[in-house]
Antibody, heavy 121, light 103 residues
C-alpha cells in the first residue's frame, strides 16, 4: 500500500528542537519531490519545505535557517529537523508527495495523517 | 511570489444545490492549479489537478475549470459528506480556503 506515516511530534518548549519523521511505503522517497506542509490550529495550509529528487532543498521564509529537510534513502524516510522552535510553529505537520509536470504543474497527491507539534512553556 | 485568493471565505447551501468556489491568482498560471478538500479533523485530499482533471476516485459531481488567473471549483449537487474546507493550490502556495456548510 502506498502511504506516508509521520511521527515525532509532541510538546516542546520555545527554543527547543524536534525531529519529525515520515516513513514511506509503496514508493521510493528519493525518486520523488517530498514536502512538509503544516496547519496551525483553526488555520489554513502552509507549505514549509521541499526536497527534490535531485536533493535540492527549499524552505518557506518563516522557517528558513531554523528547519532542515532531509531524507534517508536506505530507510525510505523523510525528516524535518526543527530548531529554535517558536509558539507560532505550533501546528499539525503533514508529509506529502509532490508531483510535478509541464502539463499539470505541481500538486500534492499523497498525504500522511500528520503529527502535532505544540510549542509552549 | 504568486498570491492565491479564494471567494467566498465561507458559504452555506442546501443539499442538492450547485456550489461554486472561485480561486484567483495574482498573475497568470496557465492551468497549473489544484483543488483539495479537507473534512473536519481529516487530512487534505486531492480533488482536481491541472485545473480540470479529476483525481481518481473523486465523485463526478466535482468539477474544475479555468485558466490564466481565474478558476472555479463546482459541486453540481451538494451532499452532506461534502461539508469541508476547500483549498486551491499553485506551486507551493495555497489559497486561504473556503468553508462549505449545509444550510
Amino acid at each position: 500500500e502506498v502511504q506516508l506515516v509521520e511521527s515525532g511530534g509532541g510538546l516542546i518548549q520555545p527554543g527547543g528542537s524536534l525531529r519529525l519523521s515520515c516513513a514511506a511505503s509503496g514508493f521510493t522517497v528519493s525518486s520523488n519531490y517530498m514536502s512538509w506542509v503544516r496547519q496551525a490550529p483553526g488555520k489554513g495550509l502552509e507549505w514549509v519545505s521541499v526536497i527534490y529528487s535531485g536533493g535540492s532543498t527549499y524552505y518557506a521564509d518563516s522557517v528558513k535557517g531554523r528547519f532542515t529537510i532531509s531524507r534517508d534513502n536506505s530507510k525510505n524516510t523523510l525528516y524535518l529537523q526543527m530548531n529554535s522552535l517558536r509558539a507560532e510553529d505550533t501546528a499539525v505537520y503533514y508529509c506529502a508527495r509532490l508531483l510535478s509536470g509541464s502539463y499539470f504543474g505541481w500538486y500534492f497527491d499523497l498525504w500522511g495523517r500528520g503529527t502535532l507539534v505544540t510549542v509552549s512553556s | 511570489d504568486i498570491q492565491m485568493t479564494q471567494s467566498p471565505s465561507s458559504l452555506s447551501a442546501s443539499v442538492g444545490d450547485r456550489v461554486t468556489i472561485t480561486c484567483r491568482a495574482s498573475q497568470g498560471i496557465s492551468n497549473y492549479l489544484a483543488w483539495y478538500q479537507q473534512k473536519p479533523g481529516k487530512v487534505p485530499k486531492l480533488l482536481i489537478y491541472a485545473a480540470s482533471t479529476l483525481q481518481s476516485g473523486v465523485p463526478s459531481r466535482f468539477s474544475g475549470s479555468g485558466s490564466g488567473t481565474d478558476f472555479t471549483l463546482t459541486i453540481s449537487s451538494l451532499q452532506p459528506e461534502d461539508v469541508a474546507t476547500y483549498y486551491c493550490q499553485k506551486g507551493l502556495s495555497f489559497g486561504p480556503g473556503t468553508k462549505v456548510d449545509i444550510k
